[in-house]
């Protein structure tokens, strides 16, 4: 196999992988989720504390992320970037969240999201997960209303 097959064989694998964390997020399934994660996993969340190491902390985080959203959640995403290597890749997109929370407030928002890829006896795993909003520099404050 050519190499741009493999690196288009690579791709497709990874937008599943991303397609699959969508699907996994939308409805709540914290088994399909987890399974996306490598062993080391370290994640950057939007929600503190600054990092999550391991799978089973942040399986703790979804947990309480899954409870926190009302049902439905939508996303939308944008602008997906991935670059592949041999056995490390990573993707960076926008995505949109739309949902209720259990408060009952609504939430609208773009947020940034980069992931950073291993591959692990073939299959693509989540090594590193970046969520992110902008900040007011002056404020401190997190921007939620910019659009694309």
């Known amino acids: ?23 996994a ?23 503190p504390p600054l990092q999550d190491v391991g799978t089973d902390t942040y399986r703790n985080v979804w947990e309480k992320v899954f409870v926190f959203f009302q049902n439905p959640i939508d996303f939308e995403t944008r602008d997906l970037t991935i670059a592949t290597g041999t056995d490390v890749a990573f993707s960076h997109q926008l995505l949109r969240l739309q949902t209720t929370m259990a408060n009952g407030q609504k939430v609208d928002r773009w947020e940034r999201l980069t992931f950073c890829f291993r591959k692990i006896d073939g299959i693509w ?17 997190a921007i939620l209303d910019l659009q694309p």
């Open 1 to 23: 196999m050519t190499t741009e097959k493999n690196k288009a064989r690579d791709e497709a694998r990874i937008r599943q992988q991303i397609d699959n964390f969508v699907k």
């Open 25 to 47: 997020f939308r409805t709540k399934d914290l088994n399909l989720m987890m399974s996306l994660y490598a062993p080391g996993f370290v994640a950057f969340d939007i929600v």
């Open 125 to 141: 795993l989540i090594a590193h997960e970046h969520v992110s909003v902008p900040a007011d520099l002056g404020s401190g404050r």
